[in-house]
């Protein structure tokens, strides 16, 4: 029963590039894709682990600005600069998680919203190497032997990456180590009293979601090929923190789920607001505002985000069902 | 005498930006303490303090009940978003209320855009007089109201929590939740208490600000972090603590901009929470207590 919603997926996925063929639809698909990616790593770190990362953009950026900068400035391939910025983004992950991950609760969320930030003005500053406030362009196509992807192509091989990253967090999830995570999330205290080294595991998640978040910044640049700080801001983190958490955190392909109902909804709101309303800015600002109502609505209604309220849905019907069957029962007897 | 002068200018502006500071962060610590929300509308509530003044002063009504009708309303929506969004979501985990209040801050900014455009407004208060001279260094009327009206306004917030009823009864909540509601402390109307008085301080600190940098609709976001700063620094655990973490990031940010240059004065901000947050957690004014738990 639980693997038809999966192959239902995998299937509109798969066809969705020839259901909706504008460069458009596709372009949103892409992103959705990419956003995905950084995602499915907040959710095995946010959802599992408990640890909440109000920066991961700063993550996002080393991806996409190792590889927008080795190939702008120094004509390095850009399936070279793909793994150096999920090293870089890595390493700088590993030495901010190293004391960050001590912090708990709020302080850690402060800690991350910091870091991002950080990263942000920094490359807002240095404008020798990232171009400043007014970007980077000019970031070559990806291309395998000699063949520039066109749209399609560039749409599967990011889902294939999507793919490839689900499949192994869902390893993960489903291994000793998904269990000791669970546990950390419950409670730290009887996580370490049971012998789970939750500090290192805390370190190692947060390191693989920031290699996630650079592999999708990797994946942006080469497919956007002009950007700038602010496309790495902190509105950025919130999206992807929200993103996460209205998936339901707690599930991977809730995730994704969280990530398409985000992408589409602002999409939505940008192609229906205009119509009602003339004037250029109250369009930006009603999209802004209905944007945050129905953010703080599914969170105070849905608390698990939507695969929680999906969950809840099914096992309310489920009662029903049984109890509809029982009063027939009774009424037979 | 000259590096004296410029040191004292330095020093001037940043204690006219950290009683700003200082007052964000207070609201903060209050509705951090009592309700364990992270409230991302805090500097909302300032931009919209300021907004709203600026538009009654250019309607023609004068600056103190301009102000005073701007500082109202701000209350009045912290109360709606209280009891809309926080109360009713109250059993919630603390990330999805910190989701919350981030959904509540896009909400305001986007119904600020639409009411106030993106225009920046000005507040003109003491603008025909010139600059005061104080040992070598200026100061502007404005800079000096802002830095008289912060340290009143922290001032009452004091009174108001040592000396009366409801002041007691909401640092009962902010010390033990629990403890205070077997007192007979409803903590529902605390965290209604809580909002609406740091939403008040959050529009005056807004209002004060206003004529000093201007005002625009998005600088909400901005303010909110600074005043998370301040009251990192501070511990997160108390108002003395707010106040004192305010006017030190306020120093700090001055003086960095002042010998280091503008460009990194945010950046340095951030770097500074960094370093307290990993090597004093507890923040740097914090008096020794008991782990909180």
Known sequence: MRKWPLLLTVLLVLLYPYLLQSTYFRTIGIFIGIRAIVVIGLCLLMGYAGQASLGQAAFYALGAYTSGVLTVRYGVSPWLALPAGIILASVVAAAVGWPALK????????????????????????????????????????????????????????????????WLAHNIVHSRIGRSLRAIHDSETAAECLGVDTFRLKLQLFVLSAAYAALAGTLYAHFVRFFSPAAFGFKVSIEFA??????????????????????????????????????????????????????????????DGLAGGAQQLRTRLVARRAAAAGQTKEARS | ????????????????????????????????????????????????GAMLAATFVRLGIHFLPASFLAVSIVVLAAALLERAAISSARKATPLTLIFITLGAAIVIRGVALLFFGTEPYTLPVFQNLRPLQLAGAS???????????????????????????????????????????????????????????????????????????????????????????????????????????????????????????????????????????????????????????
Not at chain 1, 259 to 282: D, F, G, M
Not at chain 2, 14 to 39: D, E, K, P, Q
Not at chain 2, 265 to 286: E, N, Q, Y
């Open chain 2, 139 to 293: 100061v502007t009327w404005a800079s000096l109201s802002a830095l008289v009206v912060g340290v009143i306004v922290v001032l009452l917030v004091f009174l108001l929590l040592e000396r009366t009823m409801a002041g007691k009864a909401l640092r009962a909540c902010m010390i033990n939740r629990l403890a205070a509601q077997l007192m007979g402390i409803s903590p529902q109307l605390m965290s209604l208490l809580a909002f609406v008085l740091s939403a008040a301080v959050g529009a005056v600190a807004g209002i004060i600000i206003a004529p000093i940098t201007l005002a625009v609709y998005d600088m909400g976001l901005m303010l909110s972090l600074k005043g998370f700063i301040a009251a990192t620094l501070g511990g997160l655990a108390s108002a003395p603590g707010a106040i004192a973490g305010g006017l030190l990031l306020g120093v700090l940010e001055a003086l960095g901009a002042g010998y280091i240059g503008s460009g990194y004065k945010d950046v340095a901000a951030f770097i500074v929470l960094l370093i307290v947050l990993f090597v004093r957690p507890d923040g740097l004014i914090s008096a020794v207590r008991g782990e909180r738990v």
């Open chain 2, 1 to 48: 005498m000259e590096g004296m002068a410029s040191l004292t200018q330095f020093l001037l502006v940043g204690l006219t930006l950290g009683s700003i500071y200082a007052l964000v962060a207070v609201g903060f610590v209050l509705v951090y303490n009592v309700t364990g929300v992270l409230n991302f509308t805090q500097g909302e509530f300032c931009m919209l």
């Open chain 1, 242 to 303: 929200i993103m996460a958490a209205l998936g339901g955190m707690a599930s991977i392909y809730g995730g994704v789920l969280g990530v398409a109902t985000v992408t589409l909804l602002i999409e939505v709101l940008r192609a229906v607001v205009p119509l009602a309303l003339p004037a250029a800015h109250a369009v930006a600002a009603v999209e802004t505002a209905v944007f945050g109502l129905i953010l703080v609505a599914v969170f105070i209604f849905l608390p």
């Open chain 1, 103 to 166: 912090l708990r609760g709020h302080f850690l969320a402060l800690a991350t919203l910091s870091f991002g930030l950080i990263v942000y003005f920094l490359l807002k500053q240095w404008s020798f190497l990232t171009g400043g406030p007014s970007g980077l362009s000019g970031i070559p196509a990806l291309s395998v032997a000699g063949a520039r992807l066109r749209s399609a192509e560039y749409y599967y091989l990011v889902w294939g990456t999507v793919a490839l990253v689900a």
